[in-house]
């Protein structure tokens, strides 16, 4: 599946995103995660989260937010 992100959270490419490749998949989340607001936080999947975080390239402080919520929601 292919996306056009919203320009606040990925400003560095005009281009469509392949959901498919695992590679742009990380990348999208973690941008995501790092730059997107709740609602777009809330449309990722959770369990795919949980799973590709210990994979997924995000800024240190972020890292540790996310580890703490899932370590501290049990999920």
Known sequence: MKIK???????????EI??????QKKWY???????????DIGQLDWEEIR???PEINLP???RRLWEDYFEYSGK
């Open 5 to 15: 992100p919203k320009r606040y959270i990925i400003w560095s490419t005009n281009k």
């Open 18 to 23: 392949d959901l498919d490749n695992s590679y």
């Open 29 to 39: 989340i973690a941008e995501v995660l790092s730059n997107g607001r709740a609602e």
């Open 51 to 53: 799973k590709l975080l």
């Open 60 to 62: 240190e402080r972020i």
